[in-house]
């Protein structure tokens, strides 16, 4: 399910009332990205030359957790152990300029400040070399320990637990946890939460075990880490929510969970909760899909935001979808990135890009109607967006002032296709359209026709593209029944999905005969039913 636009807002709103304190104790990391143009190989290597054009700087890891905890509205502690290097210097600036309070840092002498150094050729990292602190000492444990009890506490580390700070600092309300293997000493620190324990205690670690004994309110497993927990794969794909739903309490008794939220990428989350009987009634979220090439940290900025939610009270299930209309809009930019509480409710209640289900899209289009909106509406399968595609789609959104979209879910397209399409999974083709500038709202349809959907928000614009006429189509006596009108626009015959498909084949075909095997691979002959027929969307 996507976020609620109103959700989001009314927790924004009480983060930013409350301004909750957030200590994020974990292994800091400071990332770099030398960003130019590889226009070509070196000659002393088979490697690209990369021209410089700016290198960025940004809190990575932990860092990057406490500073989209901060730019989310919360109060924000910063414990970990750094260098006393040049790189823990420009990192502590760097916290400090995103308003995260570095007091409770611990700069041990001659240590090394853990970074991670990306170049990037075009809209690719073509190397990147890490640089790792070594593992702390007794020493530089027990200091972390002491810094975190007294970030907790709201003290300033080395002053009496009974002394509050200077500026009056309150009790934290949340503590999130951020253990990436690189020095975070769990037996030393849970004694200290455990003493005093906030209201919300979150972890994000890469070995959950270790944590057990602190029973968190929530962790936040990545499908690696779920599957390293349960000692199996999950499989691929959408079906590996099953297999997590299956394990629920296993998951939790190894945890020692109250609640595990596994991110699965692009397949969105699964929450498991310690008070879910049924599978049927488990939250799951859908994330916007994304390019793969380069880090973004959405994994931060979805503990962070999950965190900073449960810390004003937010139940879980309304703390996951927010957390993940967060990381859905720091995975649209290249690198480590953040994500502001102003560009999170942009991001929800901007409609070109969000794709809804049908009861937001039902009040998105009441709100546009009572403001004098004309509603357009065309729907298709839309597998391989292309030319045609966008001619139509901009014509169609200039026919009125709010374009919808109405996709066919997978198992419609191959009911209307034939069992090789759909190309492109639902997910990925309303990521697609939503980002098209033309588009506003974005929503996915089971039926074989969009009639049931026409028929609860009668669109006074009924759009259709291809080799139809009115009296072609069952929707038009819906439509103007209504009071709507119907429009065909233009045809663009060799732009046509069936056709895209079609030359891809028929090519794959030549060159294997080419090739001199004499045949075409399986499935591809022109005359396959799968890729001819109309030239509908």
């Not at 299956?246 to 969970?257: F, H, M, P, Q, Y």
């Not at 390019?291 to 931060?300: F, L, N, T, V």
């Not at 357009?376 to 045609?388: A, I, K, L, Q, Y």
């Not at 074989?448 to 291809?466: A, F, H, N």
Request: proline share 5%; charged share 25%.
């Amino acid at each position: 399910m996507t976020a609620d636009v109103r959700m989001v807002r009314r927790v924004v709103d009480t983060i930013a009332a409350r301004q909750p304190v957030v200590v994020v104790v974990g292994d800091v990391i400071l990332d770099r990205w030398t960003v130019g143009a590889a226009e070509r190989v070196s000659r002393e290597a088979p490697a690209p030359v990369v021209r410089v054009t700016e290198t960025i700087a940004v809190p990575g890891g932990a860092a990057n957790t406490a500073v989209n905890a901060r730019a989310l509205g919360a109060d924000v502690r910063m414990v970990a152990l750094i260098g006393d290097d040049e790189t823990g210097r420009v990192l502590r600036d760097r916290l400090e300029a995103a308003g995260v309070d570095t007091r409770w840092l611990v700069a041990v002498p001659g240590a090394t400040t853990t970074s991670k150094d990306r170049i990037v050729g075009g809209d690719r990292v073509v190397v990147r070399v890490d640089d790792l602190a070594g593992p702390p000492s007794a020493a530089d444990t027990a200091l972390l320990a002491e810094a975190t009890a007294a970030a907790v506490q709201g003290r300033f580390p080395g002053t009496p637990d009974t002394i509050a700070a200077a500026d009056g600092a309150a009790a934290a309300d949340a503590v999130v946890v951020c253990d990436y293997d690189l020095g975070v000493d769990a037996a030393a620190i849970v004694p200290v939460l455990e003493r005093d324990r906030p209201t919300t205690v979150v972890v994000d670690a890469h070995d959950l075990g270790r944590w057990r004994a602190l029973q968190p309110d929530l962790v936040t497993p990545n499908a690696g880490e779920a599957a390293a927990l349960l000692g199996r794969d999950l499989g691929q794909g959408a079906g590996r929510a099953e297999t997590v739903v299956a394990a629920r309490e296993e998951v939790l008794t190894v945890t020692g969970a109250r609640n595990a939220v596994v991110t699965l990428d692009r397949n969105g989350t699964v929450l498991l909760e310690d008070t879910t009987a049924l599978a049927s009634d488990v939250h799951r979220t859908r994330a916007t899909p994304a390019s793969e090439q380069q880090a973004s940290g959405a994994g931060d900025t979805f503990c962070a935001a999950a965190s900073v939610a449960l810390a004003v009270g937010t139940p879980v299930r309304e703390a996951v979808s927010f957390a993940q209309a967060a990381a859905d809009v720091v995975v649209r930019e290249a690198g480590t990135s953040v994500c502001t509480a102003e560009a999170l409710v942009a991001s929800v209640s901007a409609p070109a890009e969000t794709v809804v289900d049908h009861d937001q899209l039902a009040d998105a289009v009441e709100e546009a109607r009572r403001a004098g909106r004309r509603i357009v509406f065309t729907n298709g399968c839309f597998d391989v967006v292309h030319r045609g595609h966008t001619t139509y789609l901009r014509q169609a959104s200039e026919l009125g002032d709010l374009l919808v979209v109405a996709l066919n879910d997978d198992d419609s397209v191959r009911r209307l296709k034939g069992p090789e399409r759909p190309i492109n999974t639902a997910e990925d083709r309303a990521g697609v359209l939503a980002a098209l500038a033309c588009v506003d709202l974005v929503t996915v349809f089971a039926t074989d026709t969009p009639i049931p959907l026409i028929e609860r928000i009668r669109p006074d614009v009924y759009v259709k593209g291809g080799d139809y006429s009115p009296e072609m189509l069952s929707e038009t006596e819906v439509v103007r029944a209504h009071g709507g009108e119907v429009v065909m626009v233009d045809y663009v015959a060799e732009h046509s999905t069936s056709a895209v498909v079609r030359r891809i084949r028929e090519t794959a075909a030549g060159n294997g005969r080419a090739a001199g095997n004499g045949t075409a691979p399986a499935g591809a002959t022109p005359t396959d039913p799968a890729v001819t027929g109309p030239g509908e969307p």
